[in-house]
């Protein structure tokens, strides 16, 4: 077995992280407190290929493998959780569905600017008021066809990047009589008529990264802006997710990188009865078990990415690593909090906003309780 990347993959880690670090992390503190988006940095990531991590190069993408896009994912989440996630649902929600299951026309039309920054980004449209994990008997946004038409009518809420996208993806009930095959996957641009964005949401953490309620009054669009097939839009989902999860939990690992750093750091640096408190063994055991689960994290995570690369079953183990890596950072970005005393419940250090960024990661894309569900079900099948 081989644990190592390979030349190309440590290349562009290497390159990825130089970027956020100059680009990206100075203005995570700014974009928190002001909840601008930080535009500068993502108009100069199409060119390295951050905003088409697996679209293939024929689209503009960069057809990077998975292990690259959870790579890059985890560096942008060591650097500002807000720009991570925008960029995480861009690639994989945003983006994903569309490469996956969209026509030929829907992707000439749409992936080459969404993939190389000529346009802004890509969105996914999934939870509604009664609609989070239950999908299938929550969603109550309709489309219906007429003509070479659909009309859309409902709502959607908590949807990621809206507000700073051309595209959404909308999960919408196509056929009123209900089942697993009752909804639809639909391209909305977001100029379209009808279309309401919904003023920002007020939230504990991830202030940068825009997320908004969205209302649907006799939306019209193409009946070709369909995704993949009728019916279908339930299974497409779940694939997406599936996918996203990987995704998430790098982001979260990467926080929690950060904040273990910063922990580090601190540990050196505050003394207290005479010596670094780092020489103390109850610090010394929270940064122990901190290294311990980043590293098991990010294991899980590349063995999942791998998988998939591989063509292989990955979606119990994307649950897995999700799961796990997600859970992991809220500990180890709490226990920074404590590492730091005070000073850690103060916005002056990183440390609080990271905890606050990571307290999302265990609900968005499946919540904890839903992968646990997930990865029981699969272990009872065998």
Not at 29 to 47: Q, Y
Not at 290 to 317: S, V
Request: charged content about 20%; glycine content about 10%; proline content about 3%.
């Amino acid at each position: 077995m081989n644990f190592d990347l390979t030349s190309e993959q440590q290349a562009f880690r290497r390159i990825v992280h130089d970027f956020v670090a100059a680009e990206v992390r100075p203005l995570a503190k700014h974009v928190d407190e002001t909840g601008e988006f930080n535009w500068a940095a993502v108009r100069k990531m199409g060119p390295l290929g951050m905003l088409g991590l697996q679209i293939p190069e024929h689209y503009g993408g960069a057809e990077l493998d998975t292990i690259c896009a959870t790579i890059a994912i985890e560096e942008l989440g060591w650097a500002c959780g807000s720009t991570a996630l925008a960029i995480s649902a861009h690639n994989n929600l945003g983006e994903g569905p569309l490469n996956d299951f969209a026509s030929e026309e829907l992707k000439q039309r749409w992936l080459p600017q969404l993939a190389t920054g000529r346009g802004r980004l890509g969105c996914l449209a999934l939870t509604e008021p009664g609609a989070g994990s239950d999908l299938q008997g929550g969603v109550r946004t309709t489309a219906v066809r007429d003509g070479d038409e659909w009309v859309i009518n409902g709502s959607k809420m908590w949807i990621t990047n809206v507000s700073v996208a051309d595209t959404i993806i909308v999960l919408c009930r196509t056929d009123p009589k209900g089942g697993s095959r009752s909804l639809s996957q639909i391209l909305v641009p977001t100029n379209a008529t009808g279309l309401v964005i919904g003023k920002p949401e007020h939230k504990m953490g991830l202030n940068g990264s825009p997320t908004h309620a969205l209302t649907f009054a006799d939306v019209r669009v193409p009946y070709s802006n369909l995704i993949g097939e009728v019916g279908k839009g339930l299974q497409q989902t779940l694939a997406t997710l599936s996918k996203g999860r990987i995704s998430i939990g790098a982001l979260a690992l990467g926080l929690a990188q950060a904040a273990h750093e910063a922990s580090l750091v601190y540990a050196r640096e505050r003394k207290t009865f005479g010596q670094p408190i780092g020489n103390h063994q109850a610090i010394q055991f929270m940064l122990a078990d901190a290294a311990t689960e980043i590293q098991a994290a990010r294991l899980m995570l590349y063995w999942a990415a791998w998988l998939k690369d591989q063509g292989r079953p990955f979606a119990t183990e994307a649950g897995m690593a999700k799961l796990f890596a997600t859970e992991m950072s809220e500990r180890v970005c709490r226990n920074a909090i404590q590492i730091h005393g005070g000073y850690g419940y103060s916005r002056e250090f990183e440390v609080e906003r990271m905890y606050r960024d990571t307290r999302l990661m265990s609900i968005g894309e499946g919540t904890s309780e839903i992968n646990r569900m997930v990865i029981a079900r699969s272990l009872l099948k065998e």
